[in-house]
């Protein structure tokens, strides 16, 4: 192998060509199709962003208008896979629940014209619209109670609170959560947008692609880590407990999570925007002691590992945003994925357009020519 150098984790390796997003993870930059940030979270909205995502522009009112209608249109789920979900343990992770379900749609939708655009735009359609009703329905069928019918005159954001909570959100606490949404939606070729890539360059089916996805996204190195954070949180219990525990961590070397990234050197835009949601959420409605001891962890964490480029990461404010909007601590990484299926679509639809099967190669590090030996001479 020629002119390659084997990269644990493939670090710094280009695995493919993208116009979907950008990161500069030394001056803390991330853009949607050129698009800062920061000016999605402030002026658009989840599904103007995931159109954006998808289709490289910003969508004209028309085209928005018959977007959405089209996501509402889908938004209900199969009774069959409704019953399916019934069948699973309430005791199982919601991120299982949903990885399963999300496959699931596959046996109802899954067609495969890869090459027919009107199959591309149901298909996205379809997952926008049904990923967040099988999150809430889990949700509710795990707690004994019948999921509810998504409410055609709710927007996006909305409508999931309400399938979730069963009550109307204010309006406030909607918007906070539809720009967690955008914020979570695309983030590079991250390690569950290479799944999904990786599955889709084998001409699956997209709904194999986004359970590729989710099984990815589940694990606590990347979109499980938010709810692990809570957890630390929870064990630190008291601002005076963050420095002894950080320097305990660090001196074991033991990972704290929410913390550390790939490619940033810096904070996470992500994660800075995250921070003054939370500090608008609780300016109404007092500041939570979890906030206070986030505050203080980062603040020693910058001091101990800053020299190593460890900073806050967008896993780290999520969740007290949603533990504060009374979403279950389980729910955080589903809601990720809830996001990050526009990012997932975004990526399957550009790999399809210049598909080429996945398949690097490996270095060989074992042994040749070795004997078979017989079980009764082993
Ligand atoms: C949506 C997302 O996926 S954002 C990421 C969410 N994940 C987390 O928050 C989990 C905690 N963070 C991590 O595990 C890592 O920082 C990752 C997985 C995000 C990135 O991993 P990598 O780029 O492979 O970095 P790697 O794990 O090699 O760490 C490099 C060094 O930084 C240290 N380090 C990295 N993250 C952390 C952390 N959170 N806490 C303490 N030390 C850390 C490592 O111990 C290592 O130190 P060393 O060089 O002395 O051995
Ligand atoms: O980019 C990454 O490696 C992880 C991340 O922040 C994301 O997926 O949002």
Known sequence: MKGCEYKPGLEGIPATRSEISYVDGTKGILEYRGIPI??????????????????????????????????????????????????????????????????????????????????????????????????????????????????????????????????????????????????????????STFSAMVTASTLTDPYAVMASAVGTLAGPLHGGANEE?????????????????????????????????????????????LQELAEQLFAQAGFDRYYKIAVELEKVVKEKLAHKGIYANVDFYSGLVYRHLGIPTDLFTPIFAIARVAGWLAHWKEQLAVNRIFRPTQ???????????????R
């Open 38 to 191: 920061k000016e999605l979270a402030n002026q658009s909205h989840f599904l103007e962003t995931a159109y954006l995502l998808i289709w490289g522009e910003l969508p004209s009112q028309g085209e928005l208008e018959s977007f959405e209608t089209e996501v509402r249109y889908h938004r209900r789920i199969k009774y069959r896979i409704r019953d399916m979900m019934k069948c699973f343990p309430e005791s199982g992770h919601p991120m299982d629940a949903l990885q399963a379900s999300a496959a699931a749609l596959g046996l109802f939708y899954s067609r495969r014209a890869l090459d027919n655009p009107e199959y591309i735009r149901e298909a996205v359609v379809r997952l926008l619209a049904k990923i967040p009703t099988m999150v809430a329905a889990f949700q509710l069928m795990r707690k004994g109670n019948d999921p509810v019918q998504p409410r055609d005159d709710l927007d996006y954001a909305s409508n999931f609170l309400y399938m979730l909570t069963e009550r109307e959100p204010d309006p406030f606490e909607a918007r906070v959560f539809d720009v967690c949404l955008t914020l979570h939606a695309e983030h590079t070729i991250n390690a």
């Open 363 to 377: 270095e060989y590090i074992g042994e040749h020519n070795r004997s078979y030996v017989p079980i009764e001479k």
């Open 229 to 273: 954070v809570i957890s630390i949180l929870e064990q630190i219990g008291s601002v005076e407990n963050v420095r002894p525990y950080v320097e305990e961590a660090v001196a074991n070397k033991q990972k704290i999570m929410g913390f550390g990234h790939r490619v940033y050197q810096v904070k996470d835009p992500r994660a800075t925007i």
